[in-house]
């Protein structure tokens, strides 16, 4: 058997793996905040729910949290926990590609949040008609590659995957609102940081018009693409056994 069509059968797996490990928990998480914050803001706002509402800024911070969270969630594990389990030994016995396969894995994890985040667009839109499912998505997909490419790297280079990359994303929002733009070298270091300072009005934006700007798109697209092909360098120079 060929390493594609070897490539190809995982897919089918790392899906139904993903579904059942990570899938649910993604839905579930969205279903509960759906239900429980966005119903009883519909029902007590009625037909004045607008973009001019106080509440619509407070739900898209909301959304653009979960999204944040149901990342972390599909990125959980994805290297690292093979690594700990040992289960490469078994996965790479066959003759499949390390680098290839992990790779898939990132991509079949944007599908899953993608799908999971149409799920949840789709109970939000009747909710609430003005919230509109095509932005919620595409923002979905450009945090799964900005935080997701973050994650990938730092599963392919520590074991505490989640923890570390919780700690990046969110220390990294407190240093860069604690030391920047001052001028000093603190602010100069800060800029080497992930890029969430832009995520806020990103969200505003591109979730609620459909519009953002373009260099802080490709701000959080050109670093989360980055860390990714870093990723992919770790585990075709590196090992995978601890």
């Known amino acids: 058997m060929s390493r594609a069509s070897s490539l190809a059968r995982y897919a089918l797996w790392q899906f139904r793996d993903f579904v059942f490990e990570r899938g649910v928990a993604i839905l579930i998480l969205s279903f509960l905040w759906g239900y429980a914050l966005i119903a009883p803001l519909r029902g007590a706002m009625g037909s004045q729910m607008s973009r001019a509402s106080p509440i619509w800024p407070l739900m898209l911070q909301g959304a653009s949290t979960l999204v944040s969270l ?33 790779a898939q894995a990132f ?13 949840l667009s789709s109970l939000m839109h ?3 008609p003005i919230f509109s499912i095509v932005n919620f998505l595409l923002y979905a997909a450009l945090i799964y590659i900005a935080m997701g490419g973050i994650g990938f790297f730092v599963s392919a280079a520590t074991r ?32 080497l940081l992930p890029p969430v300072h832009k995520l806020d009005e990103v969200a505003n934006s591109l979730i609620g018009t459909g ?5 802080d798109v490709l701000w959080l697209l050109g670093y989360g693409a980055l860390f990714f092909v870093l990723g992919l360098a770790l585990l075709r120079w590196g090992s995978l056994a601890d």
């Open 160 to 191: 505490f995957d989640w923890v570390s990359l919780a700690v990046v994303w969110l220390g990294s929002r407190i240093l860069r609102s604690l030391y920047g733009p001052k001028g000093d070298w603190r602010s100069k270091a800060v800029e």
């Open 126 to 128: 009747t909710i609430l």
């Open 107 to 119: 991509f079949v994890g944007l599908i899953g949040v993608v799908l999971s985040m149409l799920v």
């Open 211 to 215: 519009t953002a700007h373009a260099t």
């Open 70 to 102: 149901s990342v972390l969630i599909a990125l959980n594990g994805i290297i690292s926990s093979d690594r700990k389990l040992g289960y490469y030994r078994f996965l790479f016995s066959k003759p499949v590609n390390p680098v290839l396969y992990y």
